[in-house]
């Protein structure tokens, strides 16, 4: 017995030298429905760059940069896709220090079909291709999301060398930081579990509760496009010229994309097809259509009229703050969420720009950054299990351990500070190498003739 119980010992020490995505672990095959479910997660959230989102953003642009921004958003996600297999998985997903992973798995290096990812449950791997792949997207279209800040002025040349240098030193990291972790197998006892936490993600130690990106996505990139409007300046004849949308319904039909590519966004997150994934699906549904009602209320008692482009805000800003909330608050929590979010997001785009002065042309900061905030602070209130929320579970006790939410409350503080902190730091030290290398802006003549012309030599609309 007591050989029996050294080999046991031993089994289990080799077991917590595993890093997150468990290779060749013969006794765990995925799961053919877990599988199927993350092919078509990964391909929702495809859609939701293109054409959603360069749809989205496209039908707010005047007539003439209409097509900068469909080249921006589908080259951006390309470009990064591929650096993603070159090294971005390598970084932001394998055991390295607190802030960055190491470079073990650069090409790809390693990844068989045969090789598995662990998920949330203990025992339960996907294929660790349909895992690089799921991340890819979100590291692609993050990045992205950014161009909504400097629309209709950047030069493409100057977007694509910004993208390369955010996407290494803001996006890989903070991934890092809050969602790579040794996975459920290696929590065994306190002292498997602390050996365990100490290879972690510095915010996944600090215990901060990001299911799907509200700091990864949505605060990182919200600050960077607030950087970068205020560094590259305001668009030539703005408060001064007629800006208006030149396509509401483009704008509609992208904003609907991005509606139901983004359940493949939070309840892939989950990485198996379970109650847990379930979940995930009904409170994102549940807190759009929160914040599209709010949006369009507080609108309508603000201006008189309720605009179809409010509405379409709302219901991104119900998506957006419920991405860090969706797999650990329950379904009135993520109500409550999603009319809070369509008022402050109103705010943001309304009152807080204004008061900043500044030319955040799509209102990404408005959006993705005050929604990823008030959603990130918000999943600390409503993931207790006292308000319908599933609290946080413990995987040594095996059971839903007791919820402290002014503990949580500060966790969630740390990922929303150093979220913000870090890419705006790296963003504003991108945004000016980049100028000095490169220049930030198309030059006067350029601007109003329209980047689709000057830039791309082609026009989106032949009249």
């Known amino acids: 017995m007591k050989s029996l119980g050294k080999l046991l010992a031993v089994i289990g020490a080799l077991a917590l030298s595993l890093p997150a995505l468990a290779q060749g672990a013969a006794a765990l095959l995925p799961n053919k429905g877990d599988t199927a479910w993350m092919i078509v997660a990964t391909l929702l959230v495809v859609m939701m760059a293109a054409p959603g989102l360069g749809l989205f953003y496209g039908g707010m642009v005047r007539a003439k940069n209409m097509l900068s921004v469909l080249m921006q958003t589908l080259v951006i996600f390309c470009l990064l896709g591929v650096l993603w297999a070159v090294y971005g998985y390598s970084v932001a997903f394998t055991e390295g220090n607190a802030f960055f992973g190491g470079f073990s798995k650069m090409f790809l290096a390693g990844v068989t079909p045969d090789s598995t990812a662990a998920t949330f449950g203990k025992g339960v791997v996907i294929p660790e291709f349909i895992y690089v792949s799921f991340q890819l997207t979100f590291a692609a279209i993050t990045p992205a999301l950014i161009i909504g800040g400097i629309a209709e002025r950047a030069k493409f040349s100057a977007v694509l060398a910004f993208m390369v240098l955010w996407f290494t030193f803001s996006y890989l990291p903070i991934a890092h930081m809050v969602w790579y972790w040794a996975g459920p197998d290696a929590y065994t006892s306190a002292a498997a579990a ?19 990106g509200g700091t990864v996505v ?5 600050i960077a496009a607030l950087v970068g409007a205020v560094l590259i300046g305001k668009r030539v004849g703005f408060g001064r010229e007629h800006m208006a949308p030149h396509s509401l319904t483009m704008t509609m039909i992208g904003g609907s994309l991005l509606w139901v590519g983004w359940f493949g966004f939070n309840v ?26 709010s949006w369009t209320v507080v609108e309508w008692t603000m201006k008189g009229k309720p605009s179809m482009l409010g509405a379409v805000s709302g219901a991104i800003a119900g998506l957006v703050v419920i991405t860090p909330a969706c797999g650990f608050v329950g379904p009135m929590g993520a109500i409550v969420m999603g009319f809070i979010a369509g008022a402050l997001c109103y705010w943001g785009v309304n009152g807080l720009k204004r008061m900043l002065g500044v030319d955040d042309s799509l209102d990404v900061f408005g959006v993705h950054c005050i929604g990823g905030i008030a959603g990130a602070l918000l999943t600390g209130v409503f993931a207790s299990p006292k308000l319908g929320g599933t609290g946080v579970y413990d995987y040594v006790a095996n059971k839903v351990g007791d919820y402290d939410m002014a503990s949580q409350m500060i966790s969630q503080c740390w990922g929303v500070g150093t979220s913000l902190v870090w890419s705006a730091v790296v963003s504003f030290v991108a945004f000016k190498l980049v100028d000095m290398v490169i220049g930030l802006r198309v030059d006067q003549e350029g601007e109003r003739e329209g980047l689709d012309v000057s830039s791309h030599g082609e026009t989106a609309y032949h009249v």
């Open 194 to 212: 602390e050996k365990a936490n100490a290879t972690a993600g510095f915010l996944f130690q600090k215990g901060a509760l990001d299911f799907a």
């Open 218 to 222: 949505h605060i990182n990139a919200g």
């Open 268 to 293: 892939g997150s989950n990485l198996e097809a379970n109650g847990a994934a379930a979940l995930a699906f009904v409170t994102t549904l549940l807190a759009t259509c929160a914040a599209t009602v």
